[in-house]
């Protein structure tokens, strides 16, 4: 037995939400104790409902803060949530579990190949105009994101990099911390300051760019085998991260954009509409079913001493099919 905390980011997201918890209970894995947290940015009467559906509930704790990003969540709970379980788990809302080995997977593959963390690597090169991570902050030196969607690593890692760099997005959502708790490291914005760049960063990037400046850590990410399809100019949704995950993406955002029909298209709003109206079990797989695959984000392996994603190899690729199935 071992234990992990899965803490879902929520920000004005209920039926995700719902879904979200429906799922991470109904594929609870025997060998792993698991708690929820809730890591709920919404306005006050939205905390209101979360809190009358499951505040009590043992398996869950709820944990409400100012809305800043998907990263302060990591940050602050982080500091202040008190985790005792060995291994933590971050997803956004809007990405469940869909296999009943999805947790125990990642888990397996840090104990035997010591990765700090396993997770998903997003890539819309070649999709949208959105770059990859690394290229996007290529200025800043060579690093290795994993996204905050679905991520896997030891609590302590978790830690590190939240207290040395933190989760949070850079400058202003930064700012809006306000005094609350700070960061023992100053390293990007040192490089920010000295190449004369605004130190943007999305969430999660500053902490693994910090990793991957200071530490030799290898880190395992999913392939994307499958999607619903493509916003015009948002990239991907729908992913299904190696038949363990699927992400819808956008659960919120997609209100941000001015035109919604030019920038996420007919599609993305037919779905939307749907799972407004309630996402079940039935709408759930009808998504599933409606998947096209996709072949051009494979596993990746990032290197930590050498700094390069190189080739998975057949043994590991074989070992993830063994555990697929037992």
Not at 63 to 89: H, L, P
Request: glycine share 6%; charged share 25%; hydrophobic share 35%.
């Amino acid at each position: 037995m071992t234990s992990c905390t899965i803490i879902v980011y929520h920000y004005e997201s209920l039926p995700f939400l719902r879904a979200c918890i429906r799922q991470i209970r109904k594929y609870k894995h025997p060998e792993i104790e698991q708690h929820i947290i809730i890591a709920d940015q919404s306005s006050e009467l939205t905390q209101i409902t979360i809190n009358a559906e499951y505040e009590g509930d043992s398996d869950i704790t709820i944990v409400q803060m100012k809305s800043i990003c998907s990263g302060y969540s990591i940050d602050y709970i982080m500091r202040f949530g008190d985790i005792k379980t060995e291994y933590t788990c971050t997803m956004d809302v809007d990405a469940f579990p869909i296999h009943p080995n999805w947790i125990y997977i990642p888990i397996k593959l840090i104990e035997e190949y010591g990765f700090s963390f396993v997770g998903h690597h997003p890539d819309e090169s070649g999709v949208t105009q959105w770059k990859r991570f690394e290229d996007a902050y290529s200025q800043y030196g060579k690093f290795f994101h994993v996204a905050q969607a679905f991520r896997v690593g030891y609590t302590k890692n978790f830690k590190e990099l939240a207290l040395k760099a933190g989760f949070t997005r850079s400058v202003d959502s930064r700012n809006k911390i306000d005094g609350l708790f700070g960061f023992e490291s100053n390293q990007w914005m040192e490089i920010a300051n000295k190449k004369g760049l605004d130190g943007y960063a999305d969430s999660s990037v500053i902490a693994h760019w910090w990793e991957d400046q200071n530490k030799e850590n290898n880190k395992f990410t999913f392939a994307e085998t499958a999607c619903l399809g493509i916003a015009p100019t948002e990239g991907r949704y729908g992913r299904v991260i190696d038949d363990l995950v699927f992400h819808f993406m956008f659960s919120y955002n997609y209100l941000q954009v001015a035109d919604k029909q030019k920038s996420m298209g007919q599609n993305f709003l037919y779905w939307i509409e749907k799972i407004n109206a309630g996402l079940t079990d039935e709408l759930i797989n009808e998504m599933l079913s409606a998947t096209i695959p996709v072949y051009d984000v494979p596993r990746l392996l990032w290197d930590g001493k050498n700094k390069t994603t190189i080739p998975v190899d057949k043994a590991l690729n074989e070992k993830i099919t063994k555990l697929k199935s037992t």
